[in-house]
């Protein structure tokens, strides 16, 4: 795997820290963190778009934030899960993967 993707992947995890961190933050430790998990996820976006389609990774980073957020969600927090959120959550996934498979990385040189 190619160490943008990782980038990426590592800010999607903080975006759902952030996402979560949105709704259920209630004292000044749980809102400093949610701050650094925003300034870590966007700071790891854009240092991994420098080299990948930016179209490409930023679709990856929402969609699996967006599942990751939900998956939280119900697993965490005892939101209900139905059929008709699986289905999209499938429908999701499946965008977010069949768009990487059919981005080509570039072999680019790295930016540091």
Known sequence: MNSNWLKVLIAV?????WA???KHAQNFWEWGATGVAIFLSFYLLIS????LP?????????????VGTMLVDVMIFGVALNAGKVLFVITLL???????LVTKDHTE???S
Not at 48 to 51: D, I, L, Y
Not at 56 to 64: D, H, K, M, P, R
């Open 94 to 100: 499946t965008g977010v993967v069949g768009l990487k």
């Open 54 to 66: 930016v179209g490409t990774a930023y679709a990856i980073f929402v969609g699996l934030g967006t």
């Open 13 to 17: 995890f903080f975006e759902i820290g």
């Open 48 to 51: 991994a778009t420098k080299v």
């Open 20 to 22: 979560a961190g949105l």
């Open 109 to 111: 040189k790295e930016v």
